[in-house]
C-alpha cells in the first residue's frame, strides 16, 4: 500500500470510525450473534490474490459489526466502561503509523522517555506518592493490562521475600498471597502463573456489609501461614472492587505487611484513575505511607483506549531484577551506562508499542479539567440513577456508590433476576451484567462511556423497569 | 472530541503519517537523542487545560521524531524487521475505533470468531498441521509477542508435567526446561517467571558450525535430570534463532521430547512466517510430527505490525486448564454452553484489544500473493546483500542464510568490529545490531523492512565498506 494509497483508505477508515460513533445507538448494544454465525460469514480459505481495502471495509459492515457488543454505546453499562476517545484513538493511531519498538531505550529513545514523563504526570494528577515517580526509586510502566501489573507486581513480590531465589532456582517451599473474595481474578491467576499455586493464593475475609477485606482476619492468616513455615510474599488491597466497587482498608492492611516485610500491592484498576478529582483522593488513603506497587488503568474509565494500565512500584529494583535478562544482541552503551530506563525489564514480553503516545494524546486534549469532568460526569450520572433505583420500591440499592457503578436488585430470587437480566441484554437496549454479593445476584450498572447522557441513564432505568413489570 | 472533529484530525493523522512514510529516509534512521533529551523537551507537568490536537501533532515532530529509532526506515537492518504496512496500521486503527473487548466470546462474538478464522488461515497459508486447527483439538490465538507465547506454553506445559498440580499447590520439587544457548532470552523468562527458576532452565549443547541444538546431549541432559529425580516440562526448539537464524533439528528433538512425554514448544517468531513461500516449507520438517505449540510473529516480517504474535497448540486443553479461573461477573450462557472459545484462557492478561482486525486487513490486501513475494524479496536482497560480503576478502560471510538476515564480519578484532558497527550506526545512514558467535563479534544485517530495495542493500554495502576503509 503506497503512501497514497494509505493516506485514500485512512481517509475512509477515519470516517467509516466517526460515521459509526455518530450512529452507535442505531446497533444493538449486545450483539446478537449466535456462537459461529460470524465465523460461518467468512470464507475458511485465505485469499490467493490481494483485495482492495473497500472489501474489507464492507465485509466489516457486513459481519463483523453484526457480531460486535457495542462498548463505546452511550447504553453499554455492562462489566466497567472501556472508554475509547478520539485522542485515545489517534494516540494508537499514531503509534501504529511510526511502528518502533521500545524493548530498550536504545531502540526508541523518545518511546521510553514520552512513557516516564506521561507516568509521572498521571502520578501528579492522581495525588499519587512522590516515591512512586521515576526520579526517585520508583518509577511507573505502562502494562497492557492490570492482570499484567499484577503479575509482575507479584514477581517482584516473589523476587524480594525470597531473596532472589525463586529466579535463579525456581520455587521451593511455600510462598503465600492474599486476597479476598472480591479480589479480581488475576491475582489468583498471576499465584498460578508463578508458581506459588491457587492454594497458596489465601482468601482473607471480608466484611460482609461492605465486602471489604478484614485486617484482623489477614493478620491471623499470615501469622498461622509463617507458623506453618510458609513465607508471604504479597498483600492485594483493592481500591474499588470489580463485583461492587468496595475499598479495602488499606491503612489497616499496609500496617500488618510492613509488621512482616510483605509487599503491599494496590489494584485501583478501575477506580484509580477517580483520583483524578481532588474529593475523592480519599481513597487512596494510606496508599502513600504503605504500598509497594499501585496499579490503574486508563483505559478503563480515563478515556484511553485498550490497551493502557499503568503500574507504579515504590522501588524498581526488586521488579527489574525479577525481570531483566541480557542477551548479548540487546547489549548497547546506554543501558550499559546506567542512565536510561529499559522498560523491557518492567514488562513481561520484551517487545512493546509506544503506547505512551495516546496517553499523552489524551491528557493533553482534555487537560486536567477535562479528565475531572468525565469522571465528575459518570458519577454523577450513577448518582441520578441510584436515585431511581431507591424510590422504587420493587427493587433494592446497594450503597454506598462512591463511583460510577451502582448494584441493584428486584427484589426478587436469583433465578428472576438473572431471567431479567438476560431479557434485558436480550432487547438491545442496553446492556448490563450481574454480580453475587452474600447470595444473592445484584444487576451491575456501570456508567461512564464517553457518550453516555443523564437522558441515556434515565432511559435504562425506565427500560428496567419496564422489563421488571413485564416479567 | 466530537465524531467531526476526530473526522478532521483523523484525517490530519493519517496525512501526518502518510507523509512520515513518504520522507521517513530524511531522517537519521537511529535516533541521535541523548539520553534524556526527549524528556528534557518535555513539561515536566500536566496541562490543566485541554490544548488543541494540533499542538501534539506540532511536538510530535519537534520533539519525539528526533528521539525516533525509525524501524520502518529502508535502511534499518537491526534486530529484525517490524513490519508495519498500510492494511495493518488500518486494522489497528480499526480496533481502536471499534474500542471492543474481547476477553470472552460474550463481550463481542466478532473478535473471538475473526481471530479464529484468521488464525486457521495463517496456519493453512504456512502449511502447519491441521491439529493446530481449531476444528480439531488444537486452535491459534494472537499473542502479544513470542515472549508471551512462550510463557503460554510453559505453562500449559508445566500443567501437563504435574498433573495439574503446579496451578492447584506452587511448584514443588525441581522441574526442568531445555534451551540452547542460541534460544530466545524470553524462554529463560517465562521460566524464571513460572517459578521454575533460571538454573532450572537447562542449556543444551549447539553445533559450533551449525549453531543449531545436539538432541544427542539434550537427551543426555534429560536423562542426568529424571536420575536426579526432576521432571522434564518442556523443550524449546527454535526455527530461525534470534542471533543467526539457525534452525534447530526438530525431528530429532521431538523424537526425544516423545520418549519422555516431554513438551516441545517451537519458537518461530522471526522465521516462521517465511513458510508462506512453499519453497520454505521445509524449515518446519518435524513439526507436523512432535510439536505441542508453535509460535511465530506476523509482527516481525509479515506485514502486520506490532502486536500480532500467533502460538497454536496441538491440544488447547492443559494451556486452557493453567489458565482458566472464572469468577462470577465473566460468567455468561455462551461460555457455559461449551459451543465457544473465551480467549482469556489462552493467555495471561483477562482483556484483549481486537487484533485480528489488523492481521485479516494484512491478509486479504496482500493475499497469499503478496505475502509471498514479501518475503522472497527480502530474501532475495539478504542474497545480493551475501553475495556482495562473499566478494570482499576484507570480511567473513556467515553461511547460510536462509532467511533474510545476513551475519558477517570484517576481518579484525572483536573490539574494531563493535567500533565500526557504533561509526556506522552513528552515521544515521543505516543502522544495523550485532551479535558473538564462537566468541566472535559479527555483525548483523536483517532485510525485510517493506520499503527496502535492492538499491538500499546496495548502498548498505558500500557504506560499510567506506566506514571499514575509514576505521
Redesign the interface.
Known amino acids: ?7 485514500r ?3 475512509q ?10 450512529t452507535i445507538e442505531a446497533h444493538p448494544v449486545r ?1 446478537q ?1 449466535r ?5 460461518a460469514a ?1 470464507p ?8 482492495p ?1 473497500e ?2 471495509l464492507q465485509d ?1 459492515s457486513r ?10 454505546h452511550p447504553n453499554f453499562f455492562a ?1 466497567f466502561p ?13 503509534s ?6 521500545g524493548m530498550v ?7 521510553t ?2 512513557e ?2 506521561v507516568v ?3 502520578a ?2 492522581l495525588g499519587l506518592p512522590d516515591r512512586f515517580r521515576t526520579d526517585a526509586a520508583g518509577g511507573g510502566v505502562i502494562q ?2 492490570a ?2 501489573a499484577s ?1 509482575v507486581a507479584t ?1 517482584a513480590a ?1 523476587h524480594r521475600a525470597s531473596g532472589g531465589k ?7 517451599g ?2 503465600t498471597m492474599y486476597v479476598s473474595s472480591q479480589t ?3 491475582l ?2 498471576a ?10 493464593v489465601r482468601v482473607v475475609d471480608i466484611d460482609p456489609v461492605t465486602q471489604a477485606m478484614d485486617p484482623v482476619h489477614l493478620r491471623a492468616l499470615i501469622d498461622a501461614d509463617i507458623s506453618a513455615g510458609a513465607t508471604p510474599a504479597m498483600v492485594c488491597a483493592t481500591i474499588g472492587t ?2 461492587t466497587t468496595a475499598i479495602d482498608p488499606v491503612a489497616e492492611i499496609g500496617a500488618v505487611c510492613r509488621e512482616h516485610g510483605i509487599w503491599l500491592h494496590i489494584d485501583a484498576a478501575y477506580a484509580g484513575v477517580a483520583a483524578v478529582c481532588p474529593e475523592l483522593r480519599w481513597i487512596n488513603d494510606g496508599v502513600a505511607s504503605y504500598a509497594d506497587s499501585y496499579a490503574t488503568d486508563p ?1 478503563k474509565w480515563l478515556l484511553t ?3 493502557c494500565s499503568v503500574l507504579w512500584v515504590s522501588d524498581r529494583q526488586p521488579m527489574i531484577d ?2 531483566s ?6 547489549r548497547n ?2 543501558t550499559e ?1 546506567g ?2 530506563i529499559d522498560y523491557r525489564d518492567w514488562q ?4 512493546r ?1 509506544f503506547r505512551a ?1 495516546k496517553l ?2 489524551v ?8 479528565l475531572r469532568e468525565h469522571i465528575q460526569a459518570g458519577i454523577a450520572q450513577a448518582a441520578e440513577f441510584a436515585a431511581l433505583v431507591a424510590a422504587d420500591q420493587d427493587f433494592e440499592l446497594r450503597r454506598p456508590h462512591p463511583f460510577g457503578l451502582v448494584c441493584f436488585r428486584p427484589l426478587r430470587t436469583n433465578e428472576e433476576t438473572m431471567a431479567l437480566l ?1 431479557r434485558i441484554n436480550d432487547s438491545g437496549e442496553l446492556y448490563l ?4 454479593i452474600n447470595g444473592q445476584v445484584f444487576l ?1 450498572l456501570a456508567v461512564g462511556a464517553l457518550l453516555t447522557t443523564s437522558d441515556h441513564v434515565k432511559n435504562a432505568w425506565a427500560a428496567i423497569q419496564r422489563a421488571n413489570q413485564q416479567l
Open positions: 500500500m503506497s503512501p497514497e494509497e494509505f493516506r483508505y485512512g481517509r477508515v477515519v470516517d467509516w470510525i466517526a460515521d459509526y460513533l455518530s450483539s450473534a456462537p459461529g454465525q460470524v465465523r467468512l475458511a480459505h485465505p485469499p490467493e490474490q490481494g483485495e481495502y472489501a474489507v466489516l459481519v463483523i459489526l453484526p457480531g460486535v457488543t457495542h462498548w463505546q462489566y472501556a472508554n475509547a476517545s478520539g485522542p485515545g484513538i489517534l494516540g494508537d493511531l499514531l501504529s503509523g511510526l511502528g518502533v519498538q531505550w536504545a531502540t526508541s529513545p523518545a518511546c522517555e514520552l516516564t514523563v509521572d504526570w498521571l501528579e494528577l497492557d493490562s492482570s499484567s503479575l514477581l516473589l525463586v529466579g535463579a532456582d525456581g520455587i521451593s511455600r510462598y479480581h481474578s488475576s489468583e491467576k499465584g498460578r502463573i508463578a508458581g506459588i499455586g491457587a492454594s497458596n470489580t463485583s483505559h483506549n485498550f490497551d525479577a525481570l535478562i541480557l542477551p548479548e544482541y540487546l552503551s546506554a551506562s542512565a536510561v513481561v514480553p520484551l517487545g508499542r503516545l499523552w494524546s491528557i493533553r486534549w482534555y487537560g486536567a479539567e477535562g438476560e451484567s450481574h454480580t453475587k451491575r
